[in-house]
T-cell receptor
Framework: RKEVEQDPGPFNVPEGATVAFNCTYS??????FFWYRQDCRKEPKLLMS???SGNEDGRFTAQLNRASQYISLLIRDSKLSDSATYLC??????????FGKGTRLSVIA | GAGVSQSPSNKVTEKGKDVELRCDPI?????LYWYRQRLGQGLEFLIY????????KSGLPSDRFSAERTGESVSTLTIQRTQQEDSAVYLC????????????FGAGTRLSVL
């Protein structure tokens, strides 16, 4: 059973483009949601939390749709340095975080 | 301060040998997690420690895998009689109460079983 599912990509976009990733979660009891970023051959790092009302951090916007059980990440004005794998994460109660397999993004000059 | 430290960074072993992987969490972090990441795959949860006890061992793939934590600090993940399918990056993360949502990862140990 895949609790958190993501399109693996890769998404190949030109610099300056806007790109969006979606992620679905199967556990309706999930309460907390995050996006982590993992660069090639590096460890994952927290990118941003996802709040019910949606939240923005610079060029990054995260949204949550509880009714449809999906979260999204929008990246505006893509930079070469945004190239990475983006991991969707969900959590219910005090259980450990559940990671999706990630969506790979390549931003091309 | 120092982040999560894992050692060794790379380990090459022969099939059938035992290996021990070490994780030093961030000082004061009570929660510690082990994950496995095969090449091109996502993170696979293995085990979680709260203090020195492991409330969730559900991800350990077989009885060849075990982990312990002492002094609410260092943890070791032991793989006995390694198999080729054990080849992966083993990542350790720690987090601080009360916000266990933010996990800080180590750089991982890349295990290759020949």
């Amino acid at each position: 059973r895949k609790e958190v599912e993501q399109d693996p990509g890769p998404f190949n976009v030109p610099e300056g483009a806007t790109v969006a990733f979606n992620c679905t979660y199967s556990n309706s009891a999930s309460q907390s949601f995050f996006w982590y970023r993992q660069d090639c051959r590096k460890e994952p790092k927290l990118l941003m939390s996802v709040y019910s009302s949606g939240n923005e951090d610079g060029r990054f916007t995260a949204q949550l749709n509880r009714a449809s059980q999906y979260i999204s990440l929008l990246i505006r004005d893509s930079k070469l340095s945004d190239s990475a794998t983006y991991l969707c994460v969900a959590r219910s109660g005090n259980t450990p975080l559940v990671f999706g397999k990630g969506t790979r993004l390549s931003v091309i000059a | 301060g120092a982040g999560v430290s894992q050692s060794p960074s790379n380990k090459v072993t022969e099939k059938g040998k035992d290996v021990e992987l070490r994780c030093d969490p961030i000082s004061g972090h009570t929660a510690l997690y082990w994950y496995r990441q095969r090449l091109g795959q996502g993170l696979e949860f293995l085990i979680y420690f709260q203090g020195n006890s492991a409330p969730d061992k559900s991800g350990l793939p077989s009885d060849r895998f075990s982990a312990e934590r002492t002094g609410e600090s260092v943890s070791t993940l032991t793989i006995q009689r390694t198999q080729q399918e054990d080849s992966a990056v083993y990542l350790c993360a720690s987090s601080e109460e009360p916000d266990r949502n933010i996990q800080y990862f180590g750089a991982g140990t890349r295990l290759s079983v020949l």
